[in-house]
């Protein structure tokens, strides 16, 4: 049977129920002709328009909601990249007929993420279930018991929007007393005497930050530096805790372990004994500036990269392990060793850089490996900046981030 190429503009525009296109900063990129009827407005009037300039609250009820709740369920989508499904909602719409004259209508809406290649969200599908004349036919009936139920389902739904606003503000607060507390525990690159960058980025939108973490450290023997990166499963103040705990942990086995791998066994013993800790990754290079090699081992963590002077980029996954409390007894880990020539540049990251949904991984690898290459001859301030600016999603990633570049 031969396939019909199938006109979905010609569906989009036939579904029977009201359904727009907005972007990321809610401007309507297109609505179907159910949403034009059922909203008075035509798409003159909507289309590359900001949608709560079209739809703005009713200045005249200072506790009309239903654009604040709308917002905030569009800007939860645009940030988590999932689907927000809203309770029913009372909105006050100017009429088109008569300016200055507002009418309440009850929306049910859905909104749905549309993602692109790299995971971000590039438009929000807003479906539109117009419940207006049922409730205006309830009331023309005379039916007090379902008025009396459609007032008590209204209160109960801003009770429990009440609710999710406060819960809201009391994560928000947690997770800006993590950062705080994470960023007092980690490192400044000029703690090592080296041409270096460190860069952190929270996850946007979300509660699970303060697991990622770095570390650089001057080695006692000989002219040598320590770079580690790791990620702690879980979020909020006990994120940050078992961070802070395993990153000192594996600063102090560093100075005076042989070898990256060995720091990682003393620190995955020391896992073993902290709650929080499990599934807990990290990768550790020991420098070596007089013999021009980088030694390493990874506990389950994204591989370094080295980028050479020629523009070569080389992985380091040739010692890769798995997470530092996934084992039940402690066996040595692999390392293994590369050499490099001055001016070439280690970078080291955690997962929320190069991981997006529905996407394979050596995807976001190929990415880097070719931003890496490309501005390989910036200074690491620059190149880490530009290397964030053009792996991140636009509204920021909904993982932490975390990036430490080192010119050798």
């Given at each position: 049977?031969?396939?019909?190429?199938?006109?979905?503009?010609?569906?989009?525009?036939?579904?029977?129920?009201?359904?727009?296109?907005?972007?990321?900063?809610?401007?309507?990129?297109?609505?179907?002709?159910?949403?034009v009827?059922?909203?008075?407005?035509?798409?003159?009037?909507?289309?590359?328009?900001?949608?709560?300039?079209?739809?703005?609250?009713?200045?005249?009820?200072?506790?009309?909601?239903?654009?604040h709740?709308?917002?905030?369920?569009?800007l939860?989508?645009?940030?988590?990249?999932?689907?927000?499904?809203?309770?029913?909602?009372?909105?006050d719409?100017?009429?088109?007929?008569?300016?200055?004259?507002?009418?309440?209508?009850?929306?049910?809406?859905?909104n749905?993420?549309?993602?692109?290649?790299?995971?971000?969200?590039?438009?929000?599908?807003?479906r539109?279930?117009?419940?207006?004349?049922?409730?205006?036919?309830?009331?023309?009936?005379?039916?007090?018991?379902?008025?009396?139920?459609?007032?008590?389902?209204?209160?109960?739904?801003?009770?429990?929007q009440?609710?999710n606003?406060?819960?809201?503000?009391?994560?928000?607060?947690?997770?800006?007393?993590?950062?705080?507390?994470?960023?007092?525990?980690?490192?400044?690159?000029?703690?090592?005497?080296?041409?270096?960058?460190?860069?952190y980025?929270?996850?946007?939108?979300?509660?699970?930050?303060?697991?990622?973490?770095?570390?650089?450290?001057?080695?006692?023997?000989?002219?040598?530096?320590?770079?580690?990166?790791?990620?702690?499963?879980?979020?909020?103040?006990?994120?940050?805790?078992?961070?802070?705990?395993?990153?000192?942990?594996?600063?102090?086995?560093?100075?005076?372990?042989?070898?990256?791998?060995?720091?990682?066994?003393?620190?995955?013993?020391y896992?073993?004994?902290?709650?929080?800790?499990?599934?807990?990754?990290?990768?550790?290079?020991?420098?070596?500036?007089?013999?021009?090699?980088?030694?390493?081992?990874s506990?389950?963590?994204?591989?370094?990269?080295?980028?050479?002077?020629?523009?070569?980029?080389?992985?380091?996954?040739?010692?890769?392990?798995?997470?530092?409390?996934?084992r039940?007894?402690?066996?040595?880990?692999?390392?293994?060793?590369t050499?490099?020539?001055?001016?070439?540049?280690?970078?080291?990251?955690?997962?929320?850089?190069?991981?997006?949904?529905r996407?394979?991984?050596?995807?976001?690898?190929?990415?880097?490996?070719?931003?890496?290459?490309?501005?390989?001859?910036?200074?690491?301030?620059?190149?880490?900046?530009?290397?964030?600016?053009?792996?991140?999603?636009?509204?920021?990633?909904?993982?932490?981030?975390?990036?430490?570049?080192?010119?050798?």
């Amino acid at each position: 049977m031969k396939r019909t190429a199938i006109d979905y503009a010609a569906v989009y525009q036939a579904l029977p129920g009201m359904v727009a296109l907005l972007t990321p900063d809610l401007v309507y990129a297109d609505v179907n002709e159910a949403f034009v009827h059922g909203t008075g407005r035509s798409r003159e009037e909507l289309l590359g328009r900001y949608l709560f300039d079209v739809f703005p609250d009713n200045p005249n009820d200072p506790d009309s909601s239903g654009a604040h709740n709308l917002r905030a369920s569009l800007l939860r989508v645009v940030a988590t990249g999932e689907r927000d499904t809203m309770a029913l909602q009372r909105y006050d719409v100017e009429s088109p007929e008569r300016p200055g004259e507002w009418e309440a209508r009850f929306w049910s809406p859905v909104n749905t993420p549309v993602l692109g290649s790299d995971g971000s969200v590039v438009l929000i599908v807003h479906r539109v279930e117009e419940v207006t004349e049922l409730m205006r036919a309830r009331d023309r009936a005379g039916v007090d018991q379902s008025r009396v139920l459609e007032a008590e389902l209204y209160t109960r739904a801003r009770e429990l929007q009440e609710l999710n606003n406060r819960l809201r503000q009391a994560h928000a607060r947690e997770r800006q007393v993590a950062l705080a507390l994470q960023r007092s525990m980690l490192p400044a690159p000029r703690q090592v005497g080296h041409l270096a960058a460190v860069r952190y980025r929270p996850a946007v939108g979300a509660l699970n930050v303060c697991g990622d973490w770095y570390d650089l450290v001057d080695l006692v023997r000989g002219h040598r530096i320590g770079v580690s990166v790791g990620d702690v499963v879980g979020h909020g103040l006990e994120a940050a805790g078992v961070m802070g705990q395993l990153r000192s942990a594996l600063t102090a086995a560093s100075r005076v372990a042989a070898g990256p791998a060995e720091a990682l066994d003393v620190v995955a013993r020391y896992a073993h004994v902290v709650d929080g800790a499990e599934s807990a990754t990290a990768v550790t290079t020991f420098v070596d500036f007089d013999r021009h090699t980088i030694d390493y081992s990874s506990a389950g963590h994204p591989p370094p990269v080295l980028v050479h002077p020629d523009g070569r980029v080389e992985f380091l996954d040739r010692a890769t392990d798995p997470p530092l409390d996934a084992r039940p007894e402690p066996a040595r880990r692999p390392e293994a060793s590369t050499t490099f020539t001055p001016g070439a540049t280690l970078v080291l990251y955690t997962d929320g850089l190069v991981e997006r949904r529905r996407e394979d991984i050596d995807t976001g690898l190929l990415r880097l490996a070719e931003s890496l290459r490309r501005h390989r001859t910036r200074d690491p301030e620059s190149l880490a900046d530009i290397v964030l600016r053009e792996l991140l999603p636009p509204g920021g990633a909904t993982d932490d981030t975390a990036l430490v570049v080192v010119r050798l």
